[in-house]
């Protein structure tokens, strides 16, 4: 739940004020991604196009699709970055911080998902280059329905969008990233989709499938990719951060869906939280 901006404690109306500002921007399709400051992505959204170099990545068979070349400046993350559509998030807050203006917000959402949809067939694109991918976009599309006020979208829409949250978990769980001797940040992210997509979507049997592999695959990947320490095994300040948020999310989607985690993942987790704590700097 996320008051209007008006009933919010002061401390919290600057941020909340931020987030309005960033939306509007949104509104005209000018994001930052990745310290990039705005950029303009047009009147039409291209979600193959790097923003920088404009190179525009070919459509065909995802394991076909060159991800990298190491002769150009081009950047698939630039790409991606862009489909995980941290700005969703950004547009359901400001629904529901600025009421006045959350038709114009959540036809944004609605117009950008329909684009994204259109775009992007299921393991056609630049998008669907690696399962991790799907997992992350799957998470913040629902977490952004779940902010916002899903019923004021067009019905056609909610159930275009429903239906290709289906496909994101049939791909993720065909494509999983990880093999018996290692799995990374990768399977972890593909944890979150599975756990997220199968406590959300209703009537689909392959939802309580996904949804009992991630009570599985939870404690055993935090027992395997965390130290006693709370450390992160990658020994990256920035993916500890990275893993921790998806490990407490998949955690939260567990224990929504009435399927508790045993205390010693919980305390691992903890521990995870006192290094972050401890590695921040005061600022």
């Not at 949809?117 to 799957?138: F, H, K």
């Not at 300040?237 to 985690?261: C, K, Q």
């Not at 010693?264 to 590695?279: F, G, H, K």
Request: charged share 25%; net charge negative.
């Amino acid at each position: 739940d996320i008051p209007p901006l008006g009933e919010l404690p002061t401390d919290l109306v600057a941020s909340a004020k931020q987030i309005i500002a960033e939306a509007q921007e949104v509104l005209e399709h000018r994001m930052s991604f990745l310290g990039s400051g705005l950029l303009d992505y047009g009147p039409e959204i291209d979600w193959l196009r790097d923003p920088v170099t404009g190179y525009r990545w070919p459509t065909g068979l995802h394991f076909d699709i060159q991800v990298a070349d190491l002769d150009t400046a081009d950047d698939a993350k630039r790409v991606w970055e862009l489909s995980r559509r941290h700005q969703l998030l950004t547009l359901a807050r400001a629904s529901r911080l600025d009421p006045e203006e959350a038709d114009s917000y959540l036809s944004e959402m609605g117009a950008q998902l329909e684009s994204w949809i259109d775009a992007n067939p299921v393991g056609q694109t630049i998008n669907w280059t690696n399962a991790m991918e799907a997992g992350i976009r799957a998470a913040n599309w629902l977490t952004a329905l779940a902010i916002a006020d899903p019923v004021r979208l067009p019905a056609d829409t909610l159930d275009r969008v429903t239906r290709c949250l289906q496909r994101h978990g049939r791909f993720i769980e065909n494509h999983l990233e990880g093999t018996p001797r290692l799995r990374s940040n990768h399977f972890v992210g593909d944890l979150l989709g599975l756990s997220m997509l199968g406590a959300s979507i209703q009537g689909d049997p392959k939802a309580r499938t996904w949804l009992e592999n991630s009570e599985r695959w939870l404690p055993r990947e935090v027992k395997q990719q965390v130290y006693e320490d709370g450390c992160d095994f990658e020994a990256s300040l920035p993916y500890h951060g990275l893993v921790l948020e998806m490990f407490v999310l998949t955690m939260r989607s567990l224990t929504g869906a009435g399927r508790p985690v045993d205390p010693e993942t919980v305390d691992r987790l903890r521990s995870m939280v006192n290094v972050a704590v401890a590695v921040r700097h005061p600022d």
